[in-house]
C-alpha cells in the first residue's frame, strides 16, 4: 500500500499517498497491465511469440499513458490540495526519482498529517484547539512550523541557509528534487524539529494520563489571624 510505503498516516488521501510515494495507482497500474497483456495476447493469436523489444516498448508506453492519466487526475485535487498542487508542477520527475526516500516525519512536514495542533484536534479529534504548544499561535501547521514558529528558528535558520528563504511547499518539493543534499537538509530540519513536537505531545499524554498531576492544587488559606495587626 502506498500510505505505508511513505510511512504516513492513514489519512493521507490515496492520491496524495500514492503521489509521495511515486507508486501509480493501483487502478492506472492494472490498466497499464492489461494493455500489455493484450498486446501479447494479440501477436500470440496470430501465431508467433512477442519479441522482447516490443513487450519491453508496450510496457514503456503503457506506463507513460498510465503517468498522463493520473496527472490529469491530479488537475482537481479535492483533498491534500496543496501538497498535490505542490509535486503536480515537478510531475514526472518527482515519479522517475531514483532516491529521495520519505522518512516518517518528512511525510508529516509534506502532508500536514503529524504532530500538528490543527491536524490533532480537527482531523483526529485528540487535542482541544488547533493552538501551538511551541509559542501562541492560535494555528499550529506543517506551514506554520516550517516557517513561523519562533520554537525552530535555528532549524530554520539551518535549513534556508541550504535551501535558500522560500520554505513554501512547492519550493521545498523543487528543492529537493534538485540535489540529494537539499533533500537530506530538509529531512533534517523534519526529524529534528518534528521529534521534538512528538516528545512534547507525548509529555502532554502523560500529564492528563497521571491522576497526581490532573489534580487540581489545593487552595492556600489565609487565616486572618496570622494577618498583622
Ligand atoms: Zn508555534
Redesign the pocket.
Known sequence: MATRAVRGYRTISRDAACLLAGSVPWDLDARALADVYWRSAEVRAGGSNPLPDAVRRWRDEARDRALELWEERLLEPRVSVDLIGAIRPVFREWVDRKKGALSFRLTQVLTGHGCFGRYLCEIVGREETTR?H??D?ER?TAA?TLTA?P?WTRQRAALTAAIGPDLSLPALVSAMLSSEQNWRDVEKFAEEVISNKEEAERDRERRALDPLRRRRPRRRVIRNDNLPP
Open positions: 501551538c511551541h509559542c499561535d499550529d506554520h514558529c520554537s
